[in-house]
């Protein structure tokens, strides 16, 4: 069994190494994807070290800030074709728990798509202001109005798919690129008949860094979600594609007793 945790990262530097040790010490079975935004504070240079340590970290180099849902879809591409079983999002701050991997792992025999869920027994958010709080419970009620999706928490972003469900999404086919794309992995995979279940987590606030959240990416987000409903009802098939990869991406991996490789197209 093969798990693979895909981390985008952007100015991630002071937190990748400990979250990328955390993950690789629950077994043999956990693998890391890195994927990085070229980021200015030296990430994807630390990156590029961690790949050198361990046969278990890759790390695809991007040209830019392409946003959080093509850096997802990319990794899940990646994922795909290495053969990994269950691929899991995760974000690089600690705000997500890299010891719940196992609870998601377990989960996996009852549902094709666990999402770890901040409101699946009250509310289980630490640090946030009443501002944050009010903008994620806003959010998942108007992401549930517009989709139907019958889930505690719509938005989150710590969750485990099981390799069927991202082949048959076609993750070159993702709607939206920014927070709503939570929303919108949730709702092709509840359209599609796969069974979604929560598993309750603490969500604490980074310590270290800054939050990537804004007023404008979720006023961003409430209009890409009801876009995302709209179309699906005028085109029930497919959504407006995007592009996920660019030819100017690299991937940096390390195979077993060599030096790592030399960059290469991630979209081979």
């Known amino acids: 069994m093969k798990a693979t945790v895909v981390i985008p990262t952007y100015n991630e530097r002071d937190n990748l190494e400990a979250i990328v040790n955390e993950v690789l010490g629950l077994g043999e079975e956990y693998h890391v994807l890195i994927v990085d935004d070229n980021s200015p504070d030296g990430t994807g240079e630390l990156a590029d070290e961690l790949v050198s340590r ?5 790390v ?6 392409q946003g959080l849902g093509t ?3 990319t990794g899940f591409k990646h994922a795909l074709e290495n053969r990994s079983d ?6 690089a701050d600690f705000s997500h728990d890299p010891h719940r991997l196992p609870d998601f792992l377990a989960m996996m025999g009852d549902y094709d798509l666990v999402i770890g869920s901040r409101y699946a027994k009250g509310i289980a ?3 946030w202001s009443i501002k944050r709080l009010v903008l994620s419970l806003s959010a998942n009620l108007y992401a549930r109005w517009i989709t139907g999706l019958s889930l ?3 938005t989150s972003g710590f969750k485990c798919f099981s390799r069927k469900v991202l082949e048959s999404i076609d993750v070159e086919r993702v709607f939206s690129n920014g927070y709503a794309f939570q929303v919108e992995m949730n709702y092709r995979a509840q359209r599609q ?10 969500f604490v606030d980074r310590k270290v860094g800054q939050s990537k959240m804004s007023t404008k990416i979720a006023r961003d987000a409430f209009w890409h979600i009801f876009r995302m409903r709209a179309t699906s009802l005028i085109r029930p098939v497919s959504f407006a594609r995007i592009q996920i990869s660019n030819p100017n991406s690299t991937l940096l991996a390390a195979t077993p007793g ?3 490789q030399q960059p290469m197209d991630s979209t081979r």
Not at 54 to 58: K, Q
Not at 60 to 65: E, S
Not at 193 to 202: D, M
Request: overall charge negative; charged content about 25%.
């Open 86 to 91: 269950y691929i899991i999002e995760m974000d």
């Open 60 to 65: 695809i180099h991007r040209p830019q800030k």
């Open 125 to 127: 958010v630490v640090n």
């Open 193 to 202: 008949g796969y069974r979604l279940g929560e598993l309750p987590i603490i």
């Open 54 to 58: 361990s046969s278990r970290v890759e």
């Open 152 to 154: 505690s928490d719509c």
């Open 71 to 73: 850096a997802y879809c």
């Open 258 to 260: 060599s030096e790592p």
